[in-house]
């Protein structure tokens, strides 16, 4: 925080921004006001504004109208290289590394000094090094990005926007891909930069960093700014009420799973890609009636491919795979999706978009995916599109899928909405075992609530539920038993009722056994 008595004004002022794409209003009349020195918190539902929010400031887009102050300057930031100039630095999600260069090479490409590159290195190896110990930065100017582990790719990124003379500083989402332990370390640098007289932002979903790691936090709904509270004044329950709108309920209410019979049942599987890269090496798990079994895992590790070859999607190279007491992969035999279906297996693809949808189809379209030579939708001779339209509203009662529109084509409806479609789709047939990837990935809390109480259910029915998600307060929250997986295997196993966010952590780092090695990545 600010020490008492700094006068210095605003980093950072918004006055009454405006931004329209076409009909839709991303901002109204949005003011804000970052002190400097200080870390303060962006929160709000998918759609709530945040990200236009931020890329005016960064200058990505032009606002319709309103002003923007800097350091007390008012400013029109036409680009993100005038950001820069202005002392805006932004560390993206998505990280914007050139991975076959090293560490320098990132750090000073497009910032280069005149035409001697040699001096450029020179000079950005000093400065690298000074900055390293100036905020606990210090990663080795000579690796290759590429090699680097996420924690150290993103610290990358913060020397890239220091470097450039970033003395505010936006982060969007940074913990996304990193271990707990990952998570703690860059936390812990935020806190330097702050008291070094730096300002951060941070956007995040994460109701639990915002209060861990910000001082101020500022509260987004439906494009405007609702409220701001001291993080020290404020609580989790209060902020998701303020995001949502409504009381949220932030914690999974469930009994004590009941396992039955196994019901999946994966022996030495191995699975090797195109370019005949392992990406799974020796997996074997049972998972029994009556339980979700959670699959931890910094993304990359062999969990996206586990879900291919358990949907069909895939075929496992080497092991068997056991359904119901059957083999249907393995032992020469194959599957694919539309004979999982068939077997009473559900999926819910971890990327919606690419792999669970057709955005230009019709939300009716969309719910039929993958089933649609069923006899609940079809006729005679023809599909019986009455039915299907039917079937659609249906589900979407159940589901709570606003607008309720069978009609709308897919694009038109919210994340959150979106992926309520593709989970009315798989477990409103009531299948025997549902394999869902990043269930709440891109949805806002009030759905997430929602899909979580829906798995619950599923598993209190006596169905088997795989669980594969990046988050551990998901996993923990909802899992009987865990997984974690590395680097294609499974590197440790546990009751969710045991497990806790360090163990996890440094299981997912593949510092198995080493207590203490999970601190020097």
């Not at 590790?301 to 080497?318: K, T």
């Amino acid at each position: 925080m600010a020490a008492p008595g700094d006068h210095r004004p605003p980093a950072v002022e918004l006055i009454g921004l405006n931004k329209s794409f076409g009909p839709v209003r991303a901002n109204r009349d949005v003011s804000l006001r970052v002190a400097a020195g200080t870390i303060h918190g962006i929160v709000g539902e998918n759609g709530a504004g945040k990200s236009t929010l931020m890329g005016m400031l960064y200058g990505f887009y032009q606002a319709d109208s309103g002003r923007i102050r800097i350091n007390g300057r008012e400013v029109r930031i036409t680009s993100p290289a005038h950001a820069i100039s202005q002392g805006i630095g932004m560390v993206h999600q998505h990280f914007m590394l050139v991975e076959p260069f090293t560490v320098l090479e990132n750090v000073i490409l497009g910032a280069e000094e005149g035409g001697l590159l040699k001096r450029s290195l020179g000079h950005a190896r000093r400065e690298l090094e000074r900055l390293g110990r100036e905020y606990g930065l210090e990663v080795d100017p000579d690796a290759v990005v590429g090699d680097l582990p996420v924690g150290l790719q993103q610290r990358v990124e913060i020397l890239k926007a220091l470097y450039r003379g970033a003395e505010t500083l936006i982060l969007d989402e940074p913990t996304g891909v990193l271990t707990p332990q990952e998570a703690d370390r860059l936390f812990a640098m935020l806190d330097t930069l702050r008291d070094q007289g730096r300002t951060v932002i941070l956007i995040t979903h994460k109701l639990r960093e915002i209060m861990a790691a910000t001082d101020a936090v500022s509260i987004m709904r439906r494009g405007t700014m609702v409220a701001e509270r001291r993080t020290a004044e404020t609580s989790k329950e209060e902020l998701a009420e303020l995001m949502v709108g409504r009381k949220v309920l932030l914690r999974v209410e469930k009994t004590e799973a009941r396992p039955g019979e196994p019901i999946l049942e994966l022996d030495g599987v191995d699975y090797a890609d195109t370019a005949g890269v392992k990406r799974l090496k020796d997996v074997s798990f049972t998972l029994r009636r009556g339980e979700i079994l959670g699959v931890a895992g910094v993304s990359g590790n062999g969990q996206s491919e586990l879900l291919e070859v358990l949907c069909g999607v895939a075929a496992p190279s080497a092991g068997t795979i056991r359904f119901k007491g059957e083999v249907i992969a393995g032992q020469g035999k194959r599957t694919d999706p539309l004979a999982m279906h068939r077997l009473g297996v559900g999926h819910v693809a971890e990327d919606r978009h690419r792999t669970a949808m057709i955005m230009d189809f019709t939300a009716a379209e969309n719910m039929i995916l993958g089933y649609h030579t069923g006899r609940d939708v079809n006729g005679p001779v023809l599909m019986d599109l009455g039915r299907v339209r039917g079937l659609c509203r249906d589900y979407m009662a159940d589901f709570d899928v606003r607008p309720p529109d069978p009609d709308l084509p897919a694009t038109g409806f919210s994340g959150g909405n979106q992926q309520k479609i593709v989970l009315a789709r798989e477990m409103e047939r009531d299948p025997d075992l549902l394999l869902v990837g990043q269930p709440t990935r891109g949805v806002d809390i009030g759905a997430i609530e929602f899909i979580h109480q829906r798995l619950i259910e599923l598993r209190d029915r006596g169905r088997g539920v795989l669980l594969v998600s990046v988050e551990l307060d998901e996993i923990l929250a909802l899992a009987d038993r865990i997984l974690v997986m590395f680097d294609g295997r499974v590197v440790g196993e546990m009751a969710a009722k045991d497990a806790d966010e360090r163990t996890l952590g440094l299981l997912m780092a593949g510092c198995a056994g080493t207590p203490d090695s999970g601190e020097a990545a």
